[in-house]
């Protein structure tokens, strides 16, 4: 039998991790809870578990500061926020800090179970180092051939400009995770670009209209509302 993944849970609201505890150990895998952010540090020291679940209002240091202390560590382990829906901005602070992935309270069982896999997946990816960039990637009908520089919908040969392209690329390399505005604009237009959202909506919406893709009902690319994009995960 496979070994459990440990996955090491911060959150002082008990009703929260009870349940939380529970849809974990259902699903096999392996929990340690803390309540505070100082035992949850110590607890990730001394049990290194493969994935955080993060709730950034804790009782005693602030979770974005306990985020701070655990990511640049030379083991990468992936962390969720589990956000509250008043704290919006630090959110997307988390998001740009090096989280993974999010999930707003209250969230359901599924939807965790969804993340948390995502997530792991993508971290082992890393790990085999088989992530980085790929030469092609493949979503639904959507075919990126990065080395070649061409994007079809099924048969269809699509043109792209070259930003619409580096962003599409973008999407594609970090497929399943949301990418912040503030992520995509350094990286497309670097970090001193000085370039608006508003831009990025402009190209975003063009590469919608050229995917043939309904924003209202994506196939590809989801819209983050106030945070940024997420492109579906790579079939590849
Ligand atoms: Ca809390």
Same mark, same amino acid.
């Given at each position: ?103 707003? !309270?209250?969230?359901?069982? %599924?939807?965790?179970?969804?993340? /948390?896999? @995502?997530? #792991?997946?993508?971290?082992? $990816? ?83 209209? !050229?995917?043939?893709?309904? %924003?209202?009902?994506?196939?590809? /690319?989801? @819209?983050? #509302?106030?945070?940024?994009? $997420? ?6």
């Amino acid at each position: 039998m496979a070994e459990k993944r440990v996955i090491l849970l911060i959150e002082d609201e008990r009703t929260i991790s009870n349940f939380i505890c529970r849809a974990l150990a259902a699903n096999d895998y392996k929990t340690i809870a803390a309540a505070t952010g100082k035992e949850g540090i110590s607890l990730f020291f001394s049990h290194q578990p493969d994935l955080v679940l993060l709730d950034l209002g804790l009782p005693d240091i602030d979770g974005l500061e306990v985020l701070g202390q655990l990511s640049g560590l030379p083991r990468e382990t992936p962390v969720i926020i589990i956000s509250a829906r008043d704290r919006e901005s630090e959110k997307v602070r988390a998001l740009d800090m090096g989280a993974d992935d999010y999930v707003v !309270k209250p969230f359901g069982v %599924p939807e965790l179970l969804a993340r /948390i896999r @995502t997530t #792991l997946r993508r971290a082992d $990816r890393i790990r085999l180092s088989q992530e980085v960039q790929k030469d092609r990637y493949r979503v639904k009908d959507l075919v990126v051939d990065c080395a070649r520089h061409q994007i079809f919908v099924g048969d269809e040969e699509i043109h792209f400009t070259q930003n619409e392209f580096k962003i599409l690329e973008l999407l594609c390399a970090h497929s399943g995770k949301v990418l912040t505005y503030d992520f995509i604009l350094e990286h497309v237009w670097g970090p001193y670009g000085g370039t608006s959202n508003q831009i990025l909506r402009v190209n975003m919406a063009n590469i919608r209209r !050229k995917l043939h893709e309904n %924003p209202s009902d994506p196939k590809y /690319i989801l @819209t983050e #509302l106030g945070i940024g994009y $997420r492109m579906l995960e790579d079939a590849t």
